[in-house]
């Protein structure tokens, strides 16, 4: 296990794309800007909220939805988001540069 730091996140995540693959479902969220970010889940819920870095981990506070951190796992060949308790909960797919997605919808 590899946790990913505050300079790398920022890199692979302000201003890009995460399509998320969710036990065969795919999720998306689009890391707008440095404060601004937007997700689609696989169910069709929508939101909008504020994100931040932290040392090796990002929180999210998802306006009228839940708030969170979150660290990105980082393996040969692979990304992974881990929830707070460091549960595996969904594989990167792809990172898209820009709002690739159109999100938000």
Same mark, same amino acid.
């Given at each position: %296990?590899?946790?990913?730091?505050?300079? !790398?996140?920022?890199?692979?995540?302000?201003?890009?794309?995460?399509?998320?693959? %969710?036990?065969?479902?795919?999720?998306?969220?689009?890391?707008?800007?440095?404060?601004?970010?937007? %997700?689609?889940?696989?169910?069709?819920?929508?939101?909008?909220?504020? #994100? @931040?870095?932290?040392? $090796?981990?990002?929180?999210?506070? #998802?306006? $009228?939805?839940?708030?969170?951190? #979150?660290?990105? $796992?980082?393996?040969?060949?692979?990304?992974?988001?881990?929830?707070? !308790?460091?549960? @595996? @909960?969904?594989?990167?797919?792809?990172?898209?540069?820009?709002?690739?997605?159109?999100?938000?919808?």
């Amino acid at each position: %296990m590899a946790i990913l730091k505050k300079d !790398t996140l920022g890199v692979i995540m302000t201003g890009t794309t995460h399509v998320l693959d %969710m036990a065969g479902k795919q999720a998306i969220i689009y890391y707008q800007s440095e404060s601004d970010a937007h %997700m689609l889940l696989p169910d069709g819920t929508a939101y909008s909220g504020k #994100w @931040r870095l932290l040392d $090796d981990c990002y929180a999210v506070d #998802w306006t $009228d939805g839940p708030s969170g951190s #979150w660290k990105l $796992d980082h393996q040969a060949g692979s990304i992974a988001y881990l929830d707070s !308790t460091g549960t @595996r @909960r969904a594989d990167v797919s792809s990172i898209e540069f820009g709002n690739s997605r159109s999100l938000p919808r």
